[in-house]
């Protein structure tokens, strides 16, 4: 039961310290030069374009939600 209990200690632990360090970008409009995306979290806010010859890369990982219905 101890070792239970030190377990779930260590889990809130880890929660708590890692909150901080996660990142989430909003984003909209024009992508104009090479981008990686690595956040946590990208929220899309409005309309993205990528322009000819630009590379827009998302990190595995990377969660990217819209905001609403964009192109």
Known sequence: ???????????????IVSK???????VSGNI???TS???DTV???GDIS?????????EPGTY???QGYYR
């Open 1 to 15: 039961m101890k070792n239970i209990k030190f377990i779930l200690l260590l889990i809130i632990v880890f929660m």
């Open 20 to 26: 901080p360090f996660a990142q989430t970008i909003l």
């Open 37 to 39: 995306w690595s956040a």
């Open 43 to 45: 929220k899309i806010t």
């Open 50 to 58: 990528v322009l000819q010859g630009i590379t827009l890369s998302i």
């Open 32 to 34: 104009n030069s090479n």
């Open 64 to 66: 990217i939600e819209s």
